[in-house]
């Protein structure tokens, strides 16, 4: 579904990726953790388009496409979905309205007819009903006066509104409590399925606990320099992020 | 020579059509020499260079033109039954207009009204003094006490310019009684292709619990040059709420001042400008809390893309009386490109010291971050922006009482900001 052969990119003179490699199959769970700076939210941005990245070298190809010469909503159409560390609020936008419109725009793109407000009605109360979430709440404007639980629960929200086949989750997991932990991991868990893949971008395992990862790999200096399985992920946990900088050093 | 004020043969030729009488006009005009036109270093007018604008595109030594205009259904406002009143180049035209006479007392102003010129201040500013020495046409309203007045009243500025360029002064005075009601458009147009220029000074007087609802559309395509001077004077626990849209014009310039004379006032100004091209929207407006207890709040909020320029002006004072007052001013701005400017001032004096007061203002560019949430969505760019800047622009279009403006105001705000949502 997803392959990234020698990706580098830059933001402005700081070169962050520095020929990274990734596969990843429909069905699979991939998890990037990473120390802080290792480039993983880089890795989401320029995954979802973010201009502010500039690649410098390498390729990503996406169900057979040049993901990279995509416009974001390009590659929303096409099924790719990040979930944002950090949710934008929009005053005066509420998420309901604007949920409408993306679902549509999407539709449209990929050739379908608009839903009706019915449809699209019961279409949301079903996946509100996924992460547990209030209607006053997608009533209101957009993550405005939201809570860290309830930015990251409308995420999912609309993660699972839109159903993309490439989801990339970036630090999910960070200023939740367990509580949302568990809603917003048991949200991801109904939403996958063997057509659909998710890259979990996290720095700590806990999030690994409750959405099980396929694969784990070890981002640093802006390169996977470590792949494995759930237990890579158990291991990091107990010993940290040090000996795999050890380990790079070496080699 | 001074550049604080102009002595310019535009003020010369301007002089020269005003016929020397006594009374007023003769004070007024008087006035207006001694003060000139505001140039580049005035302090009212810093921004806004109404005399070179003037002088640019209008002779004022000419007569003004016949016009023959029969028909304003293009002009009206779709979907809202009014009390339609009709100037064509500044004249009243009681042929063209249509409305309720039992709810409405209207004639021709005559300059002996009650309180006439004692609102709109013709000793500090020159382009009153121009209108009080000068007007030619305009319409005295009355509302009597306890009326309620159930279509709005709808002033129709048509400026016909066919012929070649328009000028106009015109004067309003309205009274509203005791415990009345009454909503005021007023809406701006232009049939022709050559400058329009219109200086309109209304003066209104609302008694004690009575209610006036003002609206300004300025959205006219044509080369539209305009000072308004709007002064309502308030006594006990009337409520005012005034809605200035600009849209369009070359040089918009509305001096919007409420004088709160009286206990338990209610206040609420609300603007919008969204602005593109080379129009020029200067927003100059005063809150006078002169009794206690009384509220007033103001949000003036500007989009403005091309070479267009924005300014806005907010004057509130409280007086030593007007103990207990609550004054919120707040004027916030988006510019879209590298060439549009908004120039912003809040100026609040205070002498009363039990008040609650506050004011802000933010100029900054559109969210960037905002847009991408929205394009990973799904959405265009286009509407992305649209959905930002509609949402924006809302918050002031949501103050609008009356459903059918409100209905008539988002329509054109969203074909303006390409809303395809």
């Known amino acids: ?251 | 020579m001074s550049t604080l004020t102009e002595t310019t043969p535009l003020l010369a030729d301007i002089l020269a059509t005003i016929k020397p009488e006594a009374g007023i006009r003769a004070d007024a005009l008087a006035m207006l020499e001694q003060l000139g036109l505001p140039g580049n270093k005035s302090e009212e007018y810093k921004f806004t260079p109404i005399t070179r604008a003037l002088e640019k595109n209008f002779a004022f030594g000419d007569p003004s033109r016949e016009t023959n205009i029969s028909n304003i259904g293009e002009f009206l406002i779709p979907d809202l039954e009014g009390n339609i009143l009709v100037f064509i180049n500044g004249i009243f035209s009681e042929e063209l207009s249509t409305y309720n006479h039992e709810e409405l007392h209207i004639k021709p102003i005559d300059g002996k009204e009650k309180g006439f010129a004692s609102l709109a201040d013709f000793k500090s500013d020159a382009l009153v003094a121009w209108n009080t020495a000068a007007w030619t046409s305009g319409i005295s309203l009355d509302v009597s006490a306890n009326t309620e007045v159930h279509k709005p009243v709808i002033l129709h500025y048509i400026n016909d310019t066919t012929q070649g360029d328009a000028k106009s002064c015109t004067r309003n005075i309205i009274r509203l009684g005791k415990s009345s009601k009454l909503t005021v458009v007023e809406k701006q147009d232009t049939i022709g292709t050559h400058a329009g220029f219109s200086n309109v000074v209304t003066e209104g007087f609302v008694e004690a619990n009575a209610e006036l609802h003002l609206y300004s559309i300025q959205a006219d395509g044509g080369k539209r040059f305009h000072f308004g001077q709007t002064t309502i004077w308030q006594n006990r626990d009337s409520r005012v709420n005034t809605f200035t849209l600009t849209l369009d014009g070359k040089l918009i310039r509305n001096n919007l001042q409420l004088i709160l004379d009286g206990e338990g006032c209610e206040s609420h100004m609300n603007g919008l400008y969204i602005l593109q091209g080379d129009t020029l929207a200067d927003n100059h407006t005063v809150v006078d809390h002169r009794k206690p207890n009384a509220n007033s709040n103001e949000l003036y909020k500007g989009v403005i893309d091309g070479n267009a320029k924005g300014v806005f002006n907010g004057k509130i004072y409280v007086r030593p009386d007007a103990q207990k007052t609550n004054a919120f001013q707040s004027n916030r701005n988006i510019l879209l490109s590298d060439k549009a400017t908004v120039n912003t001032k809040p100026q609040l004096e205070i002498w009363a010291d039990d008040v609650k007061c506050s004011h802000g203002c933010t100029t900054g560019q559109l969210d960037e971050e905002a847009i991408f949430y929205l394009q990973t969505r799904g959405i265009s760019k286009e509407t992305a922006r649209a959905m930002v800047l509609y949402a924006f622009a809302l918050e002031v279009v949501e103050t609008i009482p009356s459903e059918n403006l409100k209905k008539y105001i988002d329509a054109m705000i969203s074909e303006r900001l390409h809303k395809s949502f």
């Open chain 1, 1 to 251: 579904m997803l392959s990234i052969k020698n990706l580098h990119a830059k933001i402005e003179e700081n070169q962050i990726l520095n020929g990274l490699n990734l596969e990843v199959k429909a069905g699979e769970v991939h998890a990037i953790m990473g120390p802080n700076g290792s480039g993983k939210s880089t890795l989401a941005s320029v995954l979802a388009g973010r201009e502010e990245f500039e690649v410098t070298d390498g390729t990503v190809e996406y169900l057979g496409k040049n993901l990279l010469a995509l416009a974001p909503e390009e590659r929303a159409h096409e099924g790719v979905f990040l979930a944002f560390q950090y949710p934008v609020e929009i005053p005066g936008v509420s998420t309901i309205n604007f949920m409408k419109t993306a679902v549509n725009q999407v539709r449209e793109a990929r050739g379908q007819q608009p839903l009706d407000a019915v449809s699209f009605l019961s279409l949301m109360k079903e996946k509100m009903k996924l992460v547990e979430i209030d209607q006053s709440l997608l009533n209101r404007s957009l993550n405005e006066g939201f809570s860290g639980g309830e930015k990251k629960r409308n995420e999912i929200f609309q993660m699972a509104m839109l159903e993309p086949k490439l989801a990339i989750l970036d630090e999910t997991d960070s200023g939740l409590d367990i509580d949302a932990l568990r809603i917003v991991a048991n949200g991801v868990n109904k939403l996958r399925n063997k057509n659909n893949a998710i890259i979990v971008v996290t720095h700590y395992q806990r999030l690994l606990e409750y959405i099980v990862p396929d694969y784990v790999h070890v981002l640093y200096k802006g390169r996977i320099v470590k792949s494995g399985t759930k237990e890579l992920a158990l291991e990091l946990e107990a010993k940290g992020y040090d000996w795999i900088k050890d380990e790079v050093a070496v080699v």
